[in-house]
């Protein structure tokens, strides 16, 4: 599967962002995608992930809450939407995927830059 994350752009504090990741290639059913960030200077780090069916969700404690993901079957995308940003936020924003019986994530997309201005 291939996957394209977009939406990212400059913020303020407390704005609300919406990221998609559109995915190609093969079948999504037994696919986990997740979302990872990784912020200037600092090792990437999990934000949360959906199992594409069931939509079963996790996330990070970080950004419980506050973020919300989410997929569009028939568009194969997956969303992130992120509200009350805050500047430690700011990060190169990926999704990934992974088999459900693999540990590991093996596709990865190109990020997006999410920057947050206090």
């Known amino acids: 599967v291939q996957l394209q994350a977009s939406g990212g752009g400059l913020v303020q504090a407390g704005d609300s962002l919406r990221l998609s990741c559109a995915a190609s290639g093969r079948t999504l059913t037994n696919y986990i995608i997740g979302w990872f960030r990784q912020a200037p200077g600092k090792e990437r780090e999990f934000v949360g992930n959906?199992?594409?069916?069931?939509?079963?969700?996790k996330y990070a404690d970080s950004v419980k809450g506050r973020y919300t993901i989410s997929r569009d079957r028939a568009k194969k995308t997956i969303y992130l939407q992120m509200n009350s940003l805050q500047p430690d936020d700011t990060a190169i924003y990926y999704c990934?995927?992974?088999?459900?019986?693999?540990?590991?994530?093996?596709?990865w997309g190109p990020g997006t830059l999410v920057t947050v201005s206090s």
């Open positions: 990934a995927g992974r088999i459900l019986a693999a540990d590991d994530y093996t596709s």
């Open positions: 959906i199992r594409w069916s069931p939509a079963i969700t």
